[in-house]
């Protein structure tokens, strides 16, 4: 008999809200089977399960859910895992240089904010000397 999941079973073990795991359902990133009265209890395969780790492992890469739905799609007919293993890596590539874009951005950014901190303590530690000075010639 194969191993079958409930909605919470998946919640805990990855820790996800049962509604982020209805959402991905909503998606067609898993397909529960339905039981119980009226089909409102939803049975996870482990086909499921191994869906719901994938697209957490492209989220934390940065993968919308469209392209990890693409790519995890893709992964359901193993006959040929070249278009597969292409695509992944051209969307990785993609990834990386939007990163890597990010980056350099934000190290620009960290740079222009260590110049202003210099300026800033410059013209402090010149108002305070100012300051000093002006007590200094107020107390003689």
Do not use: C
Not at 46 to 75: F, H, N, P, V
Not at 106 to 122: F, M, T
Request: hydrophobic share 35%.
């Amino acid at each position: 008999m194969s191993t079958t999941f409930s909605i919470s079973d998946l919640a805990r073990e990855f820790d996800l809200t049962t509604r982020a795991i209805r959402f991905y359902e909503d998606l067609g990133l898993l397909q529960p089977q339905r039981s119980g009265p009226g089909g409102r209890s939803r049975v996870y395969t482990q086909r499921d399960r191994t869906r719901l780790k994938l697209t957490l492992r492209a989220k934390r890469l940065g993968l919308s859910l469209t392209e990890a739905k693409d790519i995890i799609d893709m992964y359901d007919s193993p006959r040929d895992t070249g278009p597969q293993l292409t695509k992944f890596l051209d969307v990785l590539a993609a990834h990386r240089k939007q990163i890597e874009e990010q980056m350099a951005d934000l190290q620009a950014n960290l740079d222009e904010i260590k110049v202003h901190q210099k300026e800033a303590r410059a013209l402090l530690a010149k108002a305070q000397s100012g300051a000093v000075s002006k007590s200094k010639r107020a107390g003689a």
